[in-house]
Each structure stands twice: as C-alpha cells, then as structure tokens.
C-alpha cells in the first residue's frame, strides 16, 4: 500500500488528537505572523514612499523651462497614469495701491496628484484638507501675500490683465519645499486663468511641471520609455531623489519588524518541536504495529512524513487567512496615517510566509520523525520498548539550519547572520537559565506550602526542563507586550518632557537684518520674551581639501547628498545650549581670525570628514573655506534653530544673510502672528504644534499596529505552553485520577494545577517585567537620550498578565486531564 | 547438521536461541539455549508462568526483536539475518498477529484495519478479501466503525479478521483473551481455531491459561527462560 493512501485514509481522525491542534496553531501562528509583518512592512514601506511623493505632489516630476509637450501628456495616458501640469512664474500683483511680488502657481485640475493641499477661510484661522484646486477667477493666496496686500479672504487683487478674487488663505502644499529659493509667497491659481492674465510670454521665466502618479509599474515603464527622449534642459524627479532618508527609516523599521517576527517565529519552532515529539510518540504504538504487519521503515516515515505535511498546509491555510484578517484590521488602524488607498498586500507575504513555516516544520519536527521510524516492533508486546532518542547533534542541526535559513532571509549577510544567531543562542541560553534557577527556587519553596501548593510547586518543579522552556517562551512574548504597550507611552512621555514646556512651537524664517529690531518690539509689547535670532547664509559646498564634493567618495551615500545639497550656513561665538561638543575645541569668545567650521556628528561621519579637513564653499558668487575644529552633537528635539555647519564669527558677515528664529506662542497670542506678518510681509511663519501634532499621531498609529504583530508573539508563547501541557497530558490524567481515586476532592486537584501554572505566570511576568524594564532603559538611553523612571504598572501588569493569562491557557489546556473519570483512566493504564 | 532436513521442512525452527538484556543489575538472561521446530498447519501453545520468557520468545519467533544468540527461521527465511525491514518483509508475507490488548490502528475503522496487512502485503483488491472475512468473523456490519466504537470481543474479532486476512503462515497469538471475560474469551477462541482448521495456518499461542493451551495440538512450556518440556496431546 502506499503510505500516502494511509496517510490519507487517517488524517482525518488524528486531526482531534491535542497534540495536532497545537501543530497545526503553531504553524499558523508563525504563517500568520510573518504574513501580517510583511504586510505591514510593505505598507509602511509603501507609506513613507508616499509621503515621500507627497513632496513631488507625484510619484514623478517632469521641470522643463519650455512648455510641456503633448506627447509626454500622451505617454502618461497611454502608461494609464493620472496627471497634472504646473506653470510656475514670479509675477508682482496688485491690490488698490498696493502691490507685492508673488510666485503664481497655476496649476491644473487632478493637482496635487500625491498629498493634499490645506487652505483656511482667513488668516491664520483654522486650516482644513480640500480637493481640488481653484476655480476659474478664483485663487488662494499665501497668507504673507494677503498681508503684504492688506486685503482678505473676498477681495479682489489683479494678476496681470485679469482680476480675480481670493477665495482662501493656502496654508499647505505638499510640493511647497521644491523651488524653495523664490521667497516670494505663492499665488495658487487655476491654470485656465493663464492665458487671460498674459502673463506668459516670449521670454518670460517660467518653470513648466508634469507631474504623474499611478501604478508603481507604470511609472517605472514610463520613467524609462520617456528618459531617453528628454532634451538636455529637462530635468526629472522621483521617489529615489526625494526619499533617500525616509527610506532608510523605512528599511530600519522593516529590520526591526521582520525580528520581531523572527522571535514569534522561533516561539513557534518551539512549540512546533515540542507538538512534534509528542505527534511522534503518540503515533509509536501505532508504528510499531504497522511494522509487526509487515510495514518498512520508509513506509512509516512516509506516512508520518505525509501526515505532517498535510498538517503544515493546513497551518498554512489557517495562519494565512488570519494573516489577512490582520491585515485588513491594520490597514484600518492605518486609515489616515497612510493617504490614499493602497493597493492590497500581494500573495508574497503569504507565500514567503509558507515557505517559512514549513522550513520550520522540518527544521524542528524531522528528529521526531526519525526516532519514530526507529520504533521497535517488539513494542507491540512491551510498551517499555521505546527508539534511541533522536542524537543532540540532530536536533541541534536541523533546528539550527532552519533557523539560519530563515534569517538568511532578513539578514542576507554571512557575518551579521553568525552575530545575530551567536547572539541568540547566548540570549536563548542566558534566559533558559534564568528560567530554570526560577523554577529551582519554586520548587523549594514548596515544603512551607498546603497541599494544593505543594503538588503544583512539585510538578513545577519535577518537569524543570519543560518549565524553563515555557517560563522563557511566554516570557519572551510578554515582555515584547509590555515593551510597546508602556515604555512606548513612558518615551513618549519622556520626550515631551524633555521638550520642555516652553518648547518653541514656531518658527520664523525670511527675517531681514534691518527687521530684527521691530519683530523684537512686536513680541515684546504683546507679552511675549524677544526671540534670538540665528544668521543664516545660503551656500553651496564645492570642495573637501580642494577635491570637488560631485567626485568624491563618501563613506554613506547620505554623506554624497549632504555635501552636495544647498547647504545653510549659520555663524555663532558661543555654542547653542542645545548642541555638545564631541571632538575638538571650540572658538575663543570674540575669535575673528581664518574662518573655522563645526560640523554636526552624523553628517560628519557620513561625509567622513575629519578634524582639519577644509570645507570650500561659494557664496553668493564668492568662495570661503574653512577649517573643520569641532564635531558637534545637536539636540534636534530642542526644537531651536539649529544648523549642520556652524561657522566662526566674522566668516560670513560681509554676505547676504537672513535670520530665523523660534519661539513659544500659546493659542491666545495668536494674533501678535498677524500683526508680525502685516508689518513684516516677507517674514514666513511655520506652525510647529500642527506638525508635531500629526507626528505623535503617527507614532501612536504606527505603534499600535506593531502591537497587534506582537500579540503573535504572545500567541506563540502560549502555544508553547499548550504543546508542553499536551506533552504531559497522559501524566496529568493518570495523576489526578489517582489522586481523586485516593480520595483528594476535584478542587483541590484543580487549585494544585492552578498553582503550578500561577507559579510558572509569576516567573514568566517577572522575566518580561525585568527584561522590558531593562531593554527599556536601553533604548531610553541609548536612542532616545532620555531618563527612564521606573514605572510600578508594567510590574503589575507584567506579573499579573503572566499570572493571569498562563492560568487560563494551561486550565484550559489542562483540564480534560483533571476532569476524567479516573475509574476510565485508571482502567485504560 | 542431522536435524537439518526437519528444519528445511518446518515453517518455524529455533536453533540454541538465547536471549540476554542489561539491566541496572547486570546482564539478565531471559531466555536461555531454546530450541525447536514447528511444521506447517500445526497449532502450539507456549505455556510458562509470568516472566518465564513467554513473549520474548513470540518476540523473536516473529522477528520482532533479535536473539542475542541462536538462529531462527520462518517460512524459509533466517530471520537472524536480516535487518529490520527484511524481517518486516517476512511478517507482511507469512506471519498474522493477535495481540491481549487488540492493538488495533484507533484512526482508522474495522475494514481498514483488516485491509491494513493486506495492503501491506500487495494483495489485489484488499476491500473485497476483508469485507469476506469480516463476514467471516461475523461483523460486516461493523466495517464502518472505529475501534472506540467496538466492544472488546468485537475488537479481538477484528484483529482476528486482519490476523487471518492474508492467509499467513503462521499466526502470533499473546494471550488472546487476557483482557476478555471468559465467555467472550470462549467465544474468541472458538473463532481463532476454526478459522486455524480451515487454513493451513501454524498457530502459535501464548497463554498461561491451563485449559486454552490443552486445546492445542502441541505445547511447549518454559522455565526461568529454559525449555522445559515440549508435549504433543495424545491424539
């Protein structure tokens, strides 16, 4: 007969035995683990891509100085993408007598593909998302623009030949970063209007704009069908351009996530095993007769073998539709944070995840396998007759290679795998130290406690081995628990406290030097301390030590796009109290000889500059060089005006130069912001309350969906538990009925059971509680700079959940054993 | 080499077997210099007292565990020397078992049970062979169920049915009604001789029931591990 008819012919009975119902979780649970992190990596990932676009207002942006030809518009509709034109132009419009330069926006309708734009019904009144864009004869105007004109939401100003009335105050558009360097404040307009004004003609400077979006493919095909055919003068923009840092983050978080899928994983494996063996010691009665009939031993491996593979599709099956479950409950909790609707996660995930977990199942279940293809036959007539146990060597090796497998995936480097799976078998060791010392001073104890106690302490502590393993596993899932649920609202909260209460929560930028003197008076008449305003120089970097920053090579490729970006330059003679000096000296107070820089730590080290290095920059027309004598760390969470290159006083003075400044301005004093940009047009204000606002939502979004990941982790801890439960069961059973059959009520059997997964609770709470406490501090320390003050409510909860939840998964799993009759159990032993 | 010519006829010969095995204690002999052979249809018991060797010597008959020392043959084969799966191959081929406890496969029903050996052995069309001898035992209209489903004579019957299915050589019995109540067991028994009557299947029975082993041709009873007497019933 062939095995696989076999297999078949009784999967289906065995599908009810405890053991395969741990199997089958186990690897849904890892399936469904990895499904969901995957999914929510590629959403993350796809989201910071987005937002990145969000700068573009476009997946792609086509800047020519000549107009947009029609063909470009007919590649994007053949490639099925949606897209928009921008015409951008300095032009001075007019209000009555008075009149101010603008930068018109004209824009067409479908724009901004990616983002949206915000406007407010006056000015700095309360900003709201809107769709579309300017009707014709209508604009939205900068509020700096409206102050310069003296007029608001409602009047008519003139643009050109035409007039048009101002139907809104723009507060907000995504691309409002790209041509940073026309100060002038924007006119957005509907572009239809353009012809009318006559503003455009022969000669005139305009930048003309396509911006398309669609589909990540279609893009990339018109990307490259329209690259080769674009003149000289035409310039493109992408994601890759725009979103180098944020996909660094991106890819960190990926990194991170895809390890904490890792530890749900090797929860599973665990659990996997320990179901394994006992699937296979379930099945050697069986085996053994099978072979006293006749069978051979590949015949028995390939039934198991075929079994377990069924068994692993199965999981697949299940961990993938919860996978999904949790994806659509994600992108829910994601609605807002990611915009737009994304296109739904693929089937990778869920085929990477299969693959995975059935690398798992032989990984950790083939030495199982093969001790049972080496039951003896003579266990038909002495079931004391068991196989040699399956060699360490075995065990190690096949679980160690599924383990490397798999991270191979997520670290695709041969050292970093070897630290990262030296690391954790120090972690797993350490932990299941930790547990069995744990577990040794229970068993102790157990001589001072009532009888309940002390036949829970003693199971406890009779299976050690079993006790750590679980003790560690729901630890481990615990602790990951508490980690995100408390340390990240005790960061959170941290930081906002290291903020400050006067935190600033503006910014100011575009000061002129001569203004400094009246935006001083303003604040001060209004109540309101006088900002420090903070030089700044536009500049470009051109060399390093007389090597051009475009053919040098850098160490990071952040460090490539740092020196090579316009760079603001500030000068100071003494050092922000928001900056530390890490290396060298800083100036003498009143220093005025060769012009001396320091540089920020990070960008430093990815440009790999060092002390001494000179830095040649050219401004406005002429080049300064200077001497690299400190390397500064900044505290960017201070939220003051702080620069990447600060100079030596005198360095820069003789150049155009504007100030920026920040300060505390509560709701009420808002508005000492109106008079400050009715007196000072020019002058931009940048509300930093609104952004961090929509910060803290997104860290709270983003972290609430990595809870729900971790809840995996917890899962597979508490399948480890009911696969070791499972593992003991017959003992259980025969025990208790013995016990009841001697005499001892049902209850105090129950309380003595209750007390043995109360006691393993405790000190799976206590290890979560110790380890998040500890990693907590860590991270406080060394990502945050924060202090972390111990917190007594993740004791609680971490001791308490532990307790809690490992009594109601092992009664659960336990209970069959305690509530058989114990004539039927004493009669089948 | 005289008695060789009896052995090439015997269906099942033991030759100076002994077994020993190690325990805390040292080694313990369990079975000690055993011989002898059993023709084709003839119907042994094997008697002794508890931990006289009973089963180690059904163990080792059958092929499912080695002597430490001594040759065994069945059906032509020499068990002592082939590895597992040749023994496996052997016991698919000529050899049925009944076991005290039934030993039946719990996930799979009455007729897939019987149908186990056969499949095994590569008969054609197992389904009809079992389903004949089910009804042979008296319990076609118990194919459907599981052993759970089964009283312990009806289970003992099933394995009956699948220990006759593929007409072998010699059928294995351990205390065949040790966990039966006696008219079950009678009943039982009745079963397995008419059906050992009717094949020309060599039964060999273990028990250490007096009368069970009386209704055997021949009996062999052992001692601490040593033959002590092998006595055919007057006939």
Redesign the interface.
């Known amino acids: 007969m062939k095995a696989f008819v076999y297999a078949i012919r009784s999967f289906g009975r065995e599908l009810r035995s405890g053991e395969v119902v741990v199997l089958l979780a186990a690897v849904a649970l890892a399936v469904a683990a990895l499904t969901a992190v995957g999914f929510l990596t590629d959403k993350i990932g796809r989201a910071v891509a987005r937002q990145a676009n969000e700068v573009l207002a476009a997946d792609l942006r086509l800047l020519s100085p000549e107009q947009i030809p029609q063909e470009w518009r007919d590649a994007a509709e053949r490639f099925g993408l949606q897209w928009a034109e921008t015409q951008s132009f300095p032009s001075v419009v007019f209000a009555g007598d008075a009149n101010a330069l603008a930068t018109v926006n004209a824009v067409s309708s479908g724009y901004p593909l990616r983002g949206t734009l915000r406007i407010a019904d006056r000015l700095f009144g309360e900003q709201r998302v809107v769709d579309g864009i300017p009707a014709r004869g209508k604009v939205w105007a900068d509020g700096a623009l409206m102050a310069r004109l003296g007029v608001d939401v409602g009047d008519t100003i003139t643009l050109g030949e035409s007039a048009v009335t101002i139907e809104a105050v723009l507060t907000y558009r995504p691309d409002q970063s790209i041509g940073f360097a026309s100060l002038a404040p924007t006119l957005l307009v509907n572009i239809e209007d353009v012809p009318a004004s006559g503003l455009i003609n022969e000669g005139s400077r305009v930048r003309y704009a396509l911006l398309v979006a669609g589909e990540e493919s279609a893009v990339d095909e018109f990307y490259a069908d329209v690259e080769e055919r674009l003149p000289e003068e035409v310039r493109m923009r992408n994601r890759e351009d725009s979103s180098e840092r944020a996909s660094n983050a991106a890819d960190r978080a990926q990194r991170f996530l895809s390890l904490t899928a890792v530890i749900s994983l090797l929860l599973s494996a665990v659990a996997i095993a320990m179901s394994a063996r006992r699937f296979a010691h379930r099945r050697m009665d069986t085996v053994a007769l099978m072979k006293s009939l006749g069978a051979s031993q590949r015949f028995v491996i390939s039934a198991a073998s075929v079994q377990l593979v069924m068994l692993g599709i199965a999981g697949v099956i299940v961990g993938s539709v919860v996978g999904f479950a949790v994806e659509e409950m994600l992108t829910r909790m994601l609605a807002g944070m990611i915009q737009g609707d994304l296109p739904d996660a693929g089937w990778g995930p869920v085929g990477l995840a299969s693959g995975a977990a059935l690398i798992l199942l032989v990984g950790f279940a083939l030495p199982s396998l093969i001790q049972l293809r080496n039951t003896p036959p003579l266990r038909v007539l002495r079931h004391d007759a068991m196989p040699p146990p399956p060699s360490r060597l075995l065990v190690a090796g096949t679980s160690l290679a599924a383990v490397a497998v798999l991270l191979y995936q997520a670290i695709p480097d041969g050292r970093m795998l070897a630290i990262v799976l030296g690391g954790m078998l120090v972690t797993a060791a350490a932990l299941y130290l930790a547990g069995r010392l744990l577990v040794a001073l229970m068993g102790r104890s157990r001589g001072a406690v009532g009888i309940a106690w002390r036949y829970g302490l003693a199971n406890v502590a009779r299976r050690g081995r079993d006790s750590a393993v679980q003790v560690v596993a729901f630890g481990l899932g615990l602790t990951v628990l508490l980690l995100l649920s408390f340390v990240r609202t005790d960061l959170l909260d941290g930081w906002k406290r290291s903020l400050g209460e006067d935190a600033p929560n503006h910014f100011l930028i575009n000061i002129q030097p001569q203004e400094r003197g009246s935006i001083a008076e303003i604040f001060q008449s209004a109540g309101i301390a006088a900002p420090q305003f903070v030089p700044l120089v536009r500049a470009r970097m051109t060399e390093i030590n007389d090597e051009s920053v475009k053919t040098r090579e850098y160490p990071m490729d952040e460090g490539e796009w740092m020196a090579n970006r316009e760079a603001n330059l500030t000068w100071a003679d003494e050092l922000s109290t928001s900056n530390e000096i890490l290396d060298g000296d800083w100036w003498e107070p009143g220093y005025d000889g060769e012009p001396l820089v320091s540089v920020e730590e990070e960008a430093a080290m990815e440009m790999g500059l060092v002390l001494g290095d000179r830095l040649r920059f050219l401004v406005a027309g002429q080049e300064v060089e200077a001497t690299v004598t400190t390397f500064r760390k900044v505290n960017w969470d201070s939220f003051q005006p702080n620069f990447f290159l600060v100079l030596s006083p005198g360095a820069l003075e003789e150049f155009p130069t504007t100030y920026v400044s920040s300060l505390q301005i509560d709701d009420e004093q808002q508005d000492v912001l109106l008079s400050l940009v009715r007196a000072h047009p020019s002058v931009s204000v940048i509300d930093l309350g609104a952004i961090l606002e929509q910060v803290q939502s997104i860290i709270s979004k983003a972290s609430l969906a990595v809870q729900a990941v971790f809840v995996f982790t917890l899962a597979a801890g508490i399948a480890v538990l009911f696969a070791a439960v499972q593992s003991t069961i017959d003992e259980r059973r025969f025990e208790s009925a013995m016990l009841r059959a001697l005499g001892v009520r049902r209850r105090t059997v129950l309380s003595g059971v209750l007390t043995e997964f109360a006691a393993l609770g405790f000190a799976a709470g206590l290890l979560a509680s110790v380890g998040a406490s500890i990693l907590a501090a860590v991270i406080a320390d060394q990502l945050f700079d924060l202090d972390y003050s111990f917190n007594p409510m993740l004791w609680i909860a971490g001791l308490g959940g532990g307790i809690l939840l490992v009594c109601a998964s092992g009664y659960i799993a336990a209970r069959g054993a305690i509530n058989a009759p114990p004539a039927d159990v004493l009669r089948a032993a | 080499m005289s008695n060789r010519s009896g052995k090439n006829n015997a269906v099942l010969a033991a030759e100076n077997v002994s077994k020993q095995v190690s325990s805390p204690e040292g080694s313990l002999t369990i079975l000690s210099d055993v011989s002898f052979s059993i023709g084709a249809g003839e119907s042994v018991a094997v008697v002794g007292a508890s931990g006289a060797g009973k ?1 180690t010597l ?2 080792l008959l ?1 092929g ?2 080695l002597p430490t020392e001594g040759r065994i043959w069945l059906n032509g084969a020499s068990l002592t020397e082939l590895d ?2 040749g023994r ?6 000529s ?1 049925g ?1 009944v ?1 005290q406890s039934f ?1 039946l ?4 029903n009455a007729l ?1 049970n019987v149908m ?2 056969l ?4 008969v054609d069309d ?1 389904r009809k062979t079992a389903v004949n001898i089910l009804r042979e035992v008296g319990l076609a209209e118990r194919a459907r169920h ?1 052993p759970s489903q089964l009283s312990g004579g009806e289970k003992q019957r099933v394995a009956i049915a ?1 220990a006759f299915a593929t007409e072998p050589a010699v059928l294995f019995a ?1 205390e065949p009604t040790g966990n039966l109540d006696s008219r079950t067991g009678d009943l039982v028994m009745q079963l397995m001789f008419d059906l050992n009557r009717n094949s020309s299947t060599t039964l060999i029975l273990v028990t250490h029931d007096r009368s069970l082993a009386a209704r055997c041709e021949r009996e062999i009873a052992l001692d601490s591990g040593r033959l002590v007497a092998d006595s055919r019933a007057a006939a």
């Open positions: 089963s059904l163990a059958a499912l565990d597992e799966d496996a191959a052997v016991r698919a081929a050899v078992f076991f030993h496969v719990p996930s799979l897939e186990l050996p499949e095994l052995a590569g197992p599981y699948r351990d």
